[in-house]
């Protein structure tokens, strides 16, 4: 056991006194300037993240090239962590995964073999599985590591080197995207067609000061690694690479497949014969999970949000395919595809943001224009060091080319003093004026070697370096040259991603979506008939068809009619209380009628005081006839009557005592109002006395000195009233000339027709 010692530092003595804001605020800019910088935001010249540059540069060191054997990605990613990046081995190999995807990048930097993940969502295999190595575009993008072209800088621990970035003239920031969140700030960049940005990069070669809607033409917007459709106008998206943000909307590709000449099947339908038909997807949008979409549509079928939609499958091999099969052929199919795309993420939105680090290692969100001209900015500069390493390595060579021509002249000299001299680099550097290089190399050749030093083949070889020396040293003088060369090497590259190549050709269609069809869950839901039946209990189901309204119903035990009515399963049921609350209830969403239903009061929410005094089909832009027991009422628009919630809606204001008894439907051809009281008084006034409202007690209909309204009814003046006879005949009896009881609205009215019922009411 260790004791302490009086000569022990104290660790209290390292405990700087400082205020804690001022303290916190430093480190936390430090993490926040570490993650900006070395983590999350990608270079604008290699557009790598340095955990990337880090995997492909110990790739490269491992020789793992795409002619060469792979090797385990344990073996990568335990050089990376041990010698370039010390973090978790896992999130290493997470972001290798990530470059051999093709479904992540539109142009893979590592091949991987094994199990490397699939677009389902399903993780890759572990990294003791899977053998990678790297990918064509990967050496492109690392070429001229070797030749000056960049930094090295030191790793982690001093013990190795590592590029600054990569030199390759391969765009990859723009050719393969990047995203991530640092502090503060985002990055968001899709993938795009390198065809594409090499031509708009040439253009701004030739004419560096092309307006933005120049570039446009050549470059059209991204190409995602998973196809898909961008269904934004080209002014939208112009815009958006012209502010370096904006969000474009991605969807789906409805399609059975590409036709012979490349291009796609748009429609998506495959028919089936019988007029049967299914929609076909091929592709979907970039960075969602095959699964995921499968299943948001099977909740939304179990759900019953996507009624016109029968099943879901997934028929996918190497190519996607997911079925959709409607719910019958009579289903529309752009009504369906838009269904699907306003509920599901068939549609997303990228948003883009080209936030990127600048040569001087400066965040910024640029534009698209901004972009390509630094970037090309940054491979002239390194296309001018690539030239001075070469000169340098020229003058090298020239130097010892002059020295072996020497000894060639002078070859039994030399030989002579390499013999007889105990110093013989000293002789014949004061001999033959030789440098001290040119003596040294002279004094390591090899006697082999000497039959090589034939004169004619060292001059040529001099004569050639010579030429290539004056060709490099016009290049550096001369930014015109520069840019000729860089032309001609972007054009080489752009052979290989051409649009003719598999590799190179479009995958998204850029295309500005129709105009939107609009529609409701109403739209959707399949029309047939159903008898709608509610018991004086209020238990509500519906039966399939148009079954007769008189007929025996079958109830619970105490219980028995109270409404039964025709309607479709598109129509809405108007429900009215007794409290002035009218409720809305799908009639696809009644239950089914081989029971005896479910409580209403299940489905709405009913006041437990309330009574139900009509049932009926809502109408749009019918009027109903409302009217309380006191005499008062209104007509209100059918329009205003619809809920959007259980809770229904307010219309008719009831005081104490005061309950809604009447709600009629107003046919048009009607022109006036009927109104019985207890007292079996009637009166018939002109329909225009009475208002149209949203919400209130209305006004007089009758005026009563004892008890109150028995019914109310609209009519036809020159038709007359009429009524039902009583018993079991079924017989309507009508008083066609009514002007006797005609007044003004709130009269106290006269008794009514001989024979009118003794119940007052009119049917």
Same mark, same amino acid.
């Given at each position: 056991?260790?004791t302490e010692?009086?000569?022990d530092?104290?660790?209290f003595d ?6 804690f804001?001022s ?5 936390y ?7 900006i ?5 990608p270079d604008?010249?290699?557009g790598l993240?340095p955990?990337h ?8 060191q491992l ?6 054997a792979f090797?385990?990605?344990?073996r990568?990613?335990g050089?990376v ?8 081995d ?6 290798m ?5 093709d ?8 091949e991987?073999?094994?199990?490397f993940?699939n677009i ?17 575009t ?7 590591l070797d030749e ?9 621990n001093?013990?190795e080197?590592e ?5 390759g003239?391969f765009p990859?920031l723009?050719a393969?995207?990047?995203s991530g969140i640092?502090?503060?700030m985002a ?11 090499i031509?708009?990069t040439?253009?701004?070669?030739d ?8 570039l446009?033409q050549h470059?059209k917007?991204?190409d ?7 269904v934004?106008?080209a ?13 474009l909307r ?22 089936l014969?019988?007029?049967?038909w299914?929609l076909?997807i ?5 960075q ?6 499968i299943?948001?549509?099977a909740?939304?079928?179990a759900?019953k949000k996507?009624?016109?939609?029968e099943?879901?499958r997934?028929?996918s ?8 099969v ?10 369906l595809?838009e269904s699907?795309f ?11 943001n ?6 001087k290692?400066t965040?910024?969100?640029l534009?698209l224009?901004?972009?390509? =001209?630094?970037?090309a900015k940054?491979q002239?500069?390194?296309l @001018? &060091? #690539?030239? +001075?390493?070469? $000169?340098e ?5 020239l130097e010892?080319?002059?020295g072996?021509?020497?000894?060639y002249?002078?070859l039994?000299?030399?030989i ?10 000293v ?6 004026g030789?440098?001290?290089r040119?003596a040294e190399?002279?004094?390591n050749m090899r =006697?082999?070697?000497l039959r090589?030093l034939?004169?004619?083949? @060292? &001059? #040529?070889e +001099?004569d050639? $370096?010579l030429?290539e020396?004056d060709?490099?040293?016009k290049l550096?003088?001369s930014?015109?040259r520069?840019r ?8 080489n590259?752009r052979?290989d991603y051409?649009?003719?190549t ?5 995958r998204t269609?850029i295309?500005e979506a ?7 869950m109403?739209?959707m839901?399949?029309?047939?008939p ?5 018991s004086?209990k ?8 148009h079954e ?11 219980d028995g009619?109270?409404f ?10 108007l429900?009215a209380c007794?409290?002035?609350r009218?409720y809305t209830l799908g009639?696809?969403k009644l239950p089914s009628?081989?029971g005896f239903?479910e409580?209403?009061r299940?489905?709405l ?5 309330a009574?139900?005094?009509a049932?009926?089909?809502y109408?749009?832009k ?7 027991t006191v005499?008062?009422g209104?007509a209100?628009?059918a329009?205003e009557l619809?809920?959007?919630t259980?809770?229904g809606?307010?219309?008719m204001?009831?005081k104490p005592?005061v309950?809604l ?6 046919p048009?051809e009607?022109?006036h109002?009927?109104?019985v009281g207890?007292?079996?008084k009637l009166?018939i006034?002109?329909l ?9 007690q209305g006004?007089?209909?009758q005026r009563?000195r004892?008890?109150?309204l028995a019914?109310?009814?609209t009519l036809k ?12 005949s079924g017989r309507?009896?009508?008083e066609?000339d009514?002007r ?18 003794r119940d007052n009411k009119?049917d």
């Open positions: 056991m260790t010692t009086p000569s530092p104290d660790p390292s405990i700087v006194d400082a205020p804001d303290a916190l605020s430093e480190r800019l430090v993490y926040a300037l570490s993650t910088t070395a983590r999350s935001l604008l010249r290699d993240k955990v540059r880090r995997l492909l540069w110990a790739m490269r020789k793992l090239n795409p002619n060469d090797k385990k990605s344990a990568v990613v050089d962590i041990g010698k370039y990046h010390p973090h978790g896992q999130s290493v190999y997470d972001a995964v990530r470059l051999a995807q479904f992540s990048l539109r142009y893979p930097l590592v991987g073999q094994g199990n993940g389902d969502g399903d993780n890759a295999a572990a990294y003791r599985y899977t053998e990678a190595r790297l990918t064509k990967a050496v492109q993008l690392m070429a001229g000056g072209t960049v930094n090295f800088i030191p790793t982690y001093g013990e080197e590029p600054e970035i990569f030199p003239l990859n723009l393969n995207g990047s640092a502090v503060g990055t968001n960049i899709p993938s795009h067609n390198v065809a594409e940005i031509d708009a040439l253009l701004l070669i004419n560096p000061t092309a307006e933005h809607e120049e446009m470059f917007g991204p995602f690694a998973t196809g898909g459709v961008v934004e106008s002014a939208t998206i112009s815009k958006a690479y012209e502010t370096g943000k904006g969000a991605v969807r789906g590709r409805f399609s059975t497949g590409r036709e012979a000449d490349g291009s796609w099947e748009e429609s998506g339908i495959e028919r014969g019988g007029g049967q299914q076909v091929s592709e979907i949008p970039y969602l999970a095959k699964g995921k979409l299943e948001q549509v909740q939304l079928i759900d996507l009624p016109i939609l099943d879901v997934d028929e091999d190497e190519q996607i395919r997911i079925v959709f409607p719910k019958s052929r009579n289903v529309d199919p752009e009504l595809k699907l306003k509920l599901t993420d068939l549609e997303t939105r990228f948003n883009l080209l936030n990127v680090l600048d040569d290692r965040p910024g969100v534009s224009r901004l972009v390509l =001209l630094e970037w940054s002239i500069d390194i @001018l &060091r #690539r030239t +001075r390493h070469r $000169l390595k020229i003058a090298n060579r010892l080319l002059d072996y021509i020497i000894a002249l002078n039994d000299r030399i002579e003093i390499i013999r007889t001299e105990d110093e013989p680099k002789l014949m550097m004061e001999e033959f030789l440098t001290d040119q190399a002279i004094l =006697l082999r070697s090589k034939e004169e004619m083949e @060292l &001059r #040529r +001099r050639d $370096l030429a020396k060709e490099l040293e550096l003088d930014p015109a520069q000729t060369r860089l032309k001609r090497d972007l054009a590259l052979k051409a649009e003719d598999p590799l190179g050709r479009r269609t295309a129709a105009p939107t069809v609009e529609f409701s109403d739209a839901i399949e029309k047939a159903v008898t709608v039946i509610l004086a209020g238990w509500i189901r519906g039966a399939s068809g007769a309204l008189d007929k025996d119903f079958k109830f619970k035990e105490g009619p109270a039964a009515l025709h309607a479709q399963t598109t129509d809405k049921l429900v007794d409290n002035g009218f009639a696809d009628a081989r239903g409580p209403i299940t489905m929410d009913i006041d437990a005081g009574e139900i005094v049932l009926l089909v109408r749009p019918a009027q109903l006839l409302l009217a309380s005499g008062r209104f209100a628009e329009d619809l809920a959007e259980r809770k809606r307010g219309v204001t009831t005592g309950k008894a009447v709600v009629r439907e107003i048009p009607h022109d109002v009927a109104v207890d007292n079996r009166v006034f002109s225009e006395e009475m208002p149209v409202m949203a919400k209130g006004v007089t209909l009563y004892d008890g109150g019914d109310a009814t003046l020159d038709e007359g009233l009429s009524w039902k006879m009583g018993g079991d309507t009896r009508t066609s009514m006797l009881w005609k007044v003004a609205r709130g009269a106290a009215g006269r008794l009514p027709p001989t024979g009118f019922p009119f």
